[in-house]
């Protein structure tokens, strides 16, 4: 039977400002319906981990970490969007630690992991907080295995319907981290085009699929199964790292994307699938975006059960608007452009 770990970031509510969509309902919301299914009282919770400068200034410019540390609340580097309390500074290294962590129990007990990270990471850029990030969670996760566990191989698939452009911007002259994402454009933040693969050592170890608005599940699926599934069982990387975020939800009030909750378990299912046969079953999860509580609960519970490897209910059920098909010729061009 799979084992399945989650961490929750305790004192997240004090990240907090009246009216802002990022809210601490959506983490409370989450380990509620857990809770309730039974799987959160079963599974282990795990404690962030300290991580060493050397990590945290790979991720971020050291002047970024200043910059948060004298902000004392309101905003941070001219971002409207990304509010900051007396706390959040605080809160944001412990949500890190808390990725960190899952990420070294899923290495070491090759296990899948569900860090409920928050506040968010992925657009948080080597220098800069934005789109409601400061620093990146998922980031910090990958260079924590890459220099304390000696990893040479690591995937990191961007789920969010925003690209994750802090994500990006981070490893992308890596070719130890390979990043895809899968997301809305036009949207925030405007980048994430398919001409976006990666520089020097890196090219070729970063692939954008962007979806135009109304794409709807089967663009997902079809990334997911003729472009991405076949670059990793090229890349063949040690540990697989899932930027999680449920706002490409057809109810999510942020974006145009159509997907449906049982969608979010078969991308999920898949991916965990593909990990049990070729990376000892390795996968952690970290929240990034989704603001409807709703769906929230309903997605988090069924990619939960998807990673324990059981059936999924989506009491929300499909959209009932008409999809588009306009994203195909662009997921032929990938292809051709991959040569996939
Ligand atoms: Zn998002």
Same mark, same amino acid.
């Given at each position: 039977m799979n084992e399945l770990v989650f961490f929750y970031p305790e004192g997240h509510e004090k990240h907090f400002q009246h009216g802002h969509p990022e809210r601490p $309902?959506?983490?409370? +919301? !989450?380990? =509620?319906?857990?809770?309730? &299914?039974?799987?959160? =009282? #079963? +599974?282990? @919770? !795990?404690?962030?981990? &300290?991580?060493? #400068?050397?990590? /945290?200034?790979s991720v971020h410019n050291p002047a970024h970490y200043e910059n948060l540390r004298n902000s004392r609340r309101g905003h941070v580097d001219g971002d409207v969007e990304t509010f900051l309390t007396e706390h959040s500074f605080q809160l944001a290294l412990n949500s890190a630690g808390g990725a960190a962590a899952v990420a070294k129990h899923v290495w070491e007990n090759s296990s899948k992991g569900f860090a409920l990270c928050r506040p968010p990471g992925h657009h948080a850029t080597f220098d800069q907080s934005m789109g409601f990030c400061m620093i990146n969670n998922i980031a910090v996760? +990958? #260079? /924590? @295995?890459?220099?304390?566990? $000696? @990893? &040479?191989?690591? +995937?990191?698939i961007d789920l969010d319907v925003h690209h994750g452009n802090g994500t990006q911007d981070i490893f992308y002259d890596r070719s130890d981290i390979f990043f895809f994402s899968i997301h809305q454009i036009p949207l925030y933040p405007m980048s994430g085009f398919i001409n976006e693969k990666g520089r020097g050592d890196g090219h070729g170890y970063t692939m954008n699929i962007p979806l135009p608005p109304f794409s709807g599940n089967n663009a997902r699926l079809e990334a997911l199964e003729t472009l991405i599934l076949p670059k990793l069982s090229a890349y063949k990387p040690e540990i697989i790292l899932i930027s999680i975020g449920f706002d490409a939800h057809w109810q999510d009030p942020l974006s145009q994307q159509l997907a449906s909750v049982d969608n979010y378990a078969k991308l999920i299912k898949l991916i965990s699938d593909w990990a049990d046969e070729n990376c000892s079953g390795r996968l952690a999860l970290f929240l990034e975006g989704g603001y409807d509580l709703k769906v929230c609960s309903t997605a988090s519970l069924a990619i939960s059960k998807a990673l324990l490897g059981e059936e999924w209910d989506d009491q929300l059920g499909e959209s009932d608007y008409h999809e588009t098909d306009q994203w195909k010729p662009d997921l032929e061009r990938i292809r051709r452009e991959w040569k996939i």
């Open positions: $309902d959506r983490v409370e +919301a !989450i380990k =509620n319906e857990l809770i309730e &299914s039974g799987i959160w =009282n #079963e +599974a282990e @919770l !795990i404690k962030p981990v &300290s991580i060493p #400068e050397k990590v /945290y200034y996760a +990958a #260079e /924590y @295995l890459v220099q304390e566990f $000696d @990893l &040479s191989g690591v +995937a990191i």
